[in-house]
């Protein structure tokens, strides 16, 4: 079974421009969230899709938001980049979303920007 | 105060030995207990699970979690050069909305 991938892998931005990453979960998955990783604050919880649908969002400004299509599949942007936006961002997929499921990470886009 | 504690180390053994990782916390509602394993340029991979308190063994791996002093810990035992990698720990409450520690960089030394 394909893990979780995660395009592009790497990718090198500017202030004030936008960015879209793409998230393909684990065939079956449901459930797709979101991670921020950064040396400075460690992973920290962006957003969480379920059938389309966000279900639960951490404490991100508005300019990071994310979508979930059909097939589970999901992208997040980010507007207007600040250079505290470089970090790895990490997609996790699980079967559901009611309680406690086990996450499948990705392997992250590390984004850079200048 | 962060609401999840993790000394980010380093942390440098010999292998074989018996290495010890922490995490303290400070939400009371947190149910379930991950550690989490991530070496350099992957995403992190589960180690353990735990829900509520008590003690979970797998292999060499123990993770034990204690409630009532909001402190959880992942023992390894007979510890690998391939162990060496980032060791994180994670809780929620009821959903995906995960915790995180800062991470332990951990090496073993052949």
């Known amino acids: 079974k394909a893990g979780v991938t995660q395009t592009p892998r790497y990718l090198i931005k500017t202030r004030g421009q936008q960015v879209t990453l793409s998230c393909s979960p684990i065939?079956?998955?449901?459930?797709v969230s979101w991670y921020q990783q950064t040396p400075g604050q460690g992973l920290q919880f962006l957003f969480e899709?379920?059938?389309?649908?966000?279900?639960n969002k951490g404490n991100f400004p508005g300019r990071f938001s994310g979508r979930q299509f059909s097939n589970s599949r999901s992208e997040m942007n980010v507007s207007t980049l600040e250079l505290g936006d470089s970090a790895l961002y990490l997609c996790?997929?699980?079967?559901?979303?009611?309680?406690?499921?086990?996450?499948?990470f990705g392997p992250g886009t590390r984004l850079t920007v200048l | 105060q962060k609401e999840v504690e993790q000394d980010p180390g380093p942390l440098s053994v010999p292998e074989g030995a018996i290495v010890s990782l922490n995490c303290t916390y400070s939400?009371?509602?947190?149910?379930?207990f991950m550690w989490y394993r991530q070496y350099s340029r992957k995403g992190p991979e589960l180690l353990m699970y735990?829900?509520?308190?008590g003690n979970k063994e797998d292999g060499r791996f123990t993770a034990q979690v204690d409630k009532s002093s909001k402190y959880i810990s992942l023992f390894i035992r007979d510890s690998q050069p391939s162990d060496s990698a980032t060791y994180l720990c994670?809780?929620?409450?009821?959903?995906?909305?995960?915790?995180f520690g800062a991470g332990t960089r951990l090496t073993v030394k052949p």
């Open positions: 994670a809780m929620t409450y009821s959903n995906n909305d995960m915790r």
């Open positions: 939400n009371s509602a947190f149910q379930y």
């Open positions: 899709y379920f059938s389309e649908t966000q279900r």
């Open positions: 065939s079956g998955h449901r459930s």
């Open positions: 996790a997929s699980s079967l559901v979303a009611s309680a406690y499921n086990e996450q499948f």
């Open positions: 735990t829900y509520s308190s």
